[in-house]
């Protein structure tokens, strides 16, 4: 990729600001394009005034536009920080982003219009020429959609290539199809509204597909399921129609940042080679969480969201069965209300055994897969999926799933190749029964640490993926 220019436009970006996946994947991809490539790489975000100050702090000023969305004139100012080989672009609007959480205002699709042409104005007003602008989910799914409603003409855009990434296919952005609310909240005539129209109702990402050259998921295994109405959340027709310029590429994680030899969470490091040191981490934990310290009770973590598709029906199903044998569990996340309140109540029931923490907590979490010799992630659906690959690199072996970027990522110790457990049916005693054979294994010890071997050598960085990545651009970039 000489001389090339590619434009990242996303809604979250760790270490400014994240709520999930998303942050962890633009806070490290971007990065990984710079220096596996020639490429000169930015990253246009939203000013979030949720920015960790220490970073607000370090921004300068770079200049400010005035951005029209519809009928509305809205001031636009533009701050940067460069680290790493990529410039990040940070679009400021008080309005619009002085709030106290990223998502969920009655507003969002205004909020993120604003910032989809924004971001157009933005490459234009600092004359980046991106040979390729990748949008991710449906925050900048009108990003494709403005450039060909609105800068069409722009000789700009004329050779640059859209590729849209969807990181979770549940979450849309679907509004109202009223047409004058279109023109009035977009700025989407009644001509263009079909590029939006989907079942009775305006869907961005449905836009974003039909917009971009290229459409990626977050994983191989993800991309083929989402033709399937079971996955899809509705726009299985959609993805049907773009199944030619559909591509899955794994991620990867940050090996720099999860890395138990140098964690600053962790309360003793290790690595490969001192792995033995890994379980004082569980004595620590034990501690801190008031169980019984005992080095060879096998520990199972779970730090996840507590909803439905995270695979928490399956988890709630066996949890009873579970707790009779010799095991802990710790459990860290919030979500539904409901599974918040039954696994608290079963904590009572087995304060010896079970600690659920309701909290969304990055360092507990990095404690917890440091401590934990097995981590749990039984999802129904996950695009890609970090956690298992997190814990992995922490010597914790993972048992999920088969769906999505867990199918990619993890192989049953019983095939070749084998780095964790791993079911296929989605019901609680496909997931009991492996759990078992997992705490089974446990017992022969040093099976087990062969096995805790075996898994924190898999490479899950971003190097493989990086370079996926480098060769789709090249590939669209002939079209
Ligand atoms: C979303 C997905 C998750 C994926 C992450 C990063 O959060 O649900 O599976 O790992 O995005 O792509």
Redesign the pocket.
Known sequence: MEDKKIVFIASECQPFFAS???G??IGSLPQKIASASEASVSVLLPLYSKINPVWRNKLLYVGQMTVQLAWRKQYCGIFKYESKGVTYYFLDNEYYFKRSNFYGYFDDGERFAFFAKASLDAILFLELKPNIVHC??WQTGLVPVYRRTHYGDNPVFTRTKFVF?I??I?YQGIFSNDLDVLEDTFGISHFDSHLLEYKGSSNIMKGAMETSHIVTT??PT?AKEILSPEYAHGLEHEVERVKHKLVGIL?GIDKHFYSPSKDRALFVNYNQKSVENKVENKVELQKMLNLPVDKTIPLIGMVSRLVSHKGLDLVKGMMEELLVEKVQIVMLGTGDIHFEGYFKDLENKFGSKLRVIIAYNPDLSRKIYGASDIFLMP?KS??????QMIASRYGTVPIVRET??LADSIKDFNLENGNGYTFAEYSPSALLSTVKRALSDYQDQDGWMKKVKTVMEVDFGWTKSAKEYLKMYEQVLKQ
């Open positions: 999930g996946g998303l962890d994947v991710h989910d990434t990181h979770n549940e977050v994983s993800y991620n999802s996950e695009p890609c999926g970090l956690a999505g970027g």
